[in-house]
T-cell receptor, first 108, second 114 residues
Framework: RKEVEQDPGPFNVPEGATVAFNCTYS??????FFWYRQDCRKEPKLLMSVYSSGNEDGRFTAQLNRASQYISLLIRDSKLSDSATYLCVVNNFNKFYFGSGTKLNVKP | DTAVSQTPKYLVTQMGNDKSIKCEQNLGHDTMYWYKQDSKKFLKIMFS???????INETVPNRFSPKSPDKAHLNLHINSLELGDSAVYFC?????????????FGPGTRLTVL
């Protein structure tokens, strides 16, 4: 079983839509959680860390459910520039495990 | 200024050759990593160094040998290249060894083995 699993998508949504991604992780002892964004043929960049209490950064909201071992990312009012692959990342004892990413296409 | 830089950006080579990829970070971070991203886009950790010391070696064939001459540099040497080594290799750094902080990635090195 993979450490981190994500729906690969693609999610095709119109501008202005709200879209949500989920990710599950296998190790209940995982310590820290992140969402990274990767544009085509570019390096991953941190979008946001995910805290147990949930956290928001502008149009982006991240949630962590430790009991069910899943992490979510909600994007409100999608912009064309949000088109990218979103990577769920989990840290276990200094090792980072990346999901294969969920591709988002925002259409005009 | 580029925070994490890698050279070369593209590398095309024949099976059996030996090649090196260089990585440098100017962020003053103590921890550096090598990742491999395959054709299915899985990003998998290969090595992690903290202040020039190897702390993670993830069941990588011993044809891959990382070297950290100082904490700002982490190079990757690959011997006897195989077709399956074709991938994008990313270097990254972070200030926090424990894994609670952000990782900063280099632009990647796209390796093609023919």
């Amino acid at each position: 079983r993979k450490e981190v699993e994500q729906d690969p998508g693609p999610f095709n949504v119109p501008e202005g839509a709200t879209v949500a991604f989920n990710c599950t992780y296998s190790n209940s002892a995982s310590q820290s959680f992140f969402w990274y964004r990767q544009d085509c043929r570019k390096e991953p960049k941190l979008l946001m860390s995910v805290y147990s209490s949930g956290n928001e950064d502008g149009r982006f909201t991240a949630q962590l459910n430790r009991a069910s071992q899943y992490i979510s990312l909600l994007i409100r009012d999608s912009k064309l520039s949000d088109s990218a692959t979103y990577l769920c990342v989990v840290n276990n004892f200094n090792k980072f495990y990346f999901g294969s990413g969920t591709k988002l296409n925002v259409k005009p | 200024d580029t925070a994490v830089s890698q050279t070369p950006k593209y590398l095309v080579t024949q099976m059996g050759n030996d090649k090196s990829i260089k990585c440098e970070q100017n962020l003053g971070h103590d921890t550096m990593y090598w990742y491999k991203q395959d054709s299915k886009k899985f990003l998998k950790i290969m090595f992690s160094y903290n202040n020039k010391e190897l702390i993670i070696n993830e069941t990588v064939p011993n044809r891959f040998s990382p070297k950290s001459p100082d904490k700002a540099h982490l190079n990757l040497h690959i011997n006897s290249l195989e077709l399956g080594d074709s991938a994008v290799y990313f270097c990254a750094s972070s200030q926090d060894q424990a894994g609670f902080g952000e990782q900063f990635f280099g632009p990647g090195t796209r390796l093609t083995v023919l």
